[in-house]
């Protein structure tokens, strides 16, 4: 019997197949042959999550404590605030970031926010409604009053000695107050977040949108950054964000941290992480 290769055996368009195929897979190994030699020589690198591509949009500093701020970049950089008004430690991040606003007053849009319900009382809401309005209606004497206030915590002669208008800031406050119900919210106990704290809604949806919990809350390019409670630690967690930095980033600021609460000095407690919060 005569002896017959296997490809004799095979008729012409079967043998056709069986060759293309062949031929695919000899050029696969030795494709996988050259990939794996420039592997080895470093010409070849492998993204295991492809997703960190936009690592490009956010940028990392250490700050003077020695930890790591991220923040999205942006060309004038949007940072908020969320405090309590009378939070011992929403206090020192405000005194902390004071300096920031007047030195990139004109580089970045700073604001103060408010957490979405109050653990101090009625003074609380008073005090937001007030704070709030002066921001939005006479934003010029915000500085100047919130650097007497967070001294003192005597409004009304804060009020004097930043020259508000305090007309148009009371019918601000009552339009705030009829606007966003804030005191019907504190009246209406049965609305009262776990049972004890009443709501302020002014920033609702913006509480709900970064997941702010409690005061202090640092939200920089709308999202949540971690900074230590000095002005020169609150620059730099700005500074991060800037797409190209200004020169009055070059310029430093105290790097002590301010003191929790009302009053002036620095923090020597050790409770720069400290914060007013449900849980």
């Known amino acids: 019997m005569e002896n017959k290769s296997f490809f004799e055996t095979l008729n012409p368009k079967t043998a056709a197949t069986v060759g293309i195929l ?53 060309d004038k950089p949007n940072v908020e605030l969320f405090i309590m008004s009378y939070c011992p430690y929403g206090l020192q991040m405000q005194k902390a970031l004071l300096p920031v606003m007047e030195l990139l007053k004109d580089k970045a849009d700073i604001s103060i926010k408010f957490v979405s ?36 915590g005597d409004s009304a002669s804060c009020l004097k000695e930043a020259k508000v208008n305090e007309s148009k800031l009371v019918n601000c406050i009552n339009a705030t107050d009829k606007k966003f119900g804030t005191t019907a919210a504190y009246n209406d106990k049965a609305t009262w977040l776990s049972g004890y704290y009443p709501l302020y809604p002014v920033h609702q949806e913006l509480n709900e949108r970064y997941g702010v919990q409690g005061s202090p809350t640092l939200v920089i390019n709308g999202a949540q950054v971690q900074a230590a409670r000095s002005p020169e630690a609150v620059k730099q967690a700005i500074c991060a964000a800037f797409n190209e930095q200004p020169s009055e980033c070059d310029q430093t600021l105290s790097t002590a941290s301010a003191a929790p609460s009302f009053g002036a000095g620095s923090d020597t407690t050790g409770g720069a992480a400290a914060g007013c919060a449900t849980q």
């Open 117 to 152: 319900y109050i653990m101090h009382d009625k003074k609380e809401i008073d005090e937001n409604n007030l704070q709030y309005c002066l921001e939005n209606e006479q934003q010029d004497r915000l500085v100047p009053y919130l650097k007497c206030f967070t001294v003192s």
């Open 22 to 74: 062949s031929g695919i897979g000899v050029l696969c190994i030795v494709a996988c042959l050259i990939m794996a030699i420039m592997a080895a020589q470093g010409k070849i690198s492998y993204v295991s999550n492809p997703v960190k591509k936009v690592a490009d949009k956010t940028a990392q500093i250490t700050d003077t404590t020695g930890g790591e701020i991220a923040a999205v970049k942006a």
